[in-house]
């Protein structure tokens, strides 16, 4: 590129680039809408994580100049987004409410575009996929500060749902307020989890005795901070954006390590393989002795790398009897996986995905 030598020369050449970009976009989106006229015939999945991962993995190891691979997921991302929608407008279900941090989750995959429907529970989640009301549901599954998501796991091991994609998120609470000076603050409204994960600003930012006033989510807090001037919330990014509540900090939680697993997940649905992949199963082992560290012994003879193991009651008969979640790298089309779930009587297969964490 020629040197540049003013401001007013680098915004022609910005708008320049602007306009072939849009012109580009377009041309993409005709040829996205041609494809999606295809798969409306065949009933064909619009969300593929497999083909967006092998895209920006391609287009990372393509780059040259200043976009790296962070910033080119987070481009394409939207363009993937918004592309789905001309495809072929799908509704997804959330763990809501509206603003919550499975909302922005969701949309961090689905682009803001897309129609989206907050339910109340998991488990409404999972029956709106189950009966095809929805396409994609999206639901946490464990927290690296709080643990697994039992209801999660439960729901997966009763309905007959697959898990389509992982989604790692870190956590990052906002505090907004509609005033800016935090003397006349005099009540915070928040989830009481939010509270004990941002007690250190709260202890920091306020020497007067303010009220901490738990609510259902941290949506509600926006929502209610957003009507009250004396007033503040401890709530997601997306929830003060939903409610045009002013954000005076970013970031207050205590730990910055502070993440979210989510699944992606779907009635019937099986990616191709990506190169770099997870699978996840459920076993039922019987209570004779040896019976786990024999199954264990097959993911070493098979090199087969282990990556998490939980165990939960199988909740029958008069016992004390487990089943155990396991993920694994690898996906179920590689002849050592099919090899090792082949015993179906006691493996649910629950889905192989892109390895996102």
Known sequence: MSEIKSIDEARVKIDSI?????????????????????????????????????????????????????????????????????????????????????????????????????????????????????????????????????????????????????????IHFTFGSVNDDLKVISKIYSKDIAFKQCSKFIEEYFDHEVALIPVDSTSKAALLASENSDSAAICSPIAAKLYQLPVLFDNIEDSADNFTRFLIISNDFKNSKSGNDKTSILVKLSSEPGSLVNFLQKFYDANINLNKIESYPAKKGKGFSYQFLLEFDGHFEDEAVRNLIAESERIKWLGSYPKLC
């Open 18 to 170: 602007d306009a072939e970009l849009l012109r580009l976009l377009n041309d993409r989106m005709e040829v996205v809408k041609a494809i999606g006229d295809l798969k409306r015939n065949t009933n064909g999945a619009i969300y593929r994580p497999d083909r967006e991962q092998a895209i920006i993995q391609r287009l990372s190891e393509q780059t040259t100049g200043r976009l790296n691979k962070k910033a080119i997921e987070a481009i394409f991302l939207e363009i993937f987004a918004v592309s789905r929608n001309i495809e072929l407008s799908e509704k997804v279900a959330y763990l809501g409410p509206e603003g919550s941090f499975t909302h922005q989750a969701a949309e961090s995959r689905f682009g803001a575009i897309s129609e989206y429907i907050p339910l109340k529970t998991i488990k409404s989640v999972f029956e709106a996929v189950a009966t095809e009301r929805v396409r994609f549901g999206v639901i946490p599954v464990e927290n690296n500060q709080e643990g697994i998501v039992n209801d999660t796991i439960k729901l997966l091991n009763s309905l007959d749902i697959n898990i389509v994609a992982e989604l790692p998120m870190p």
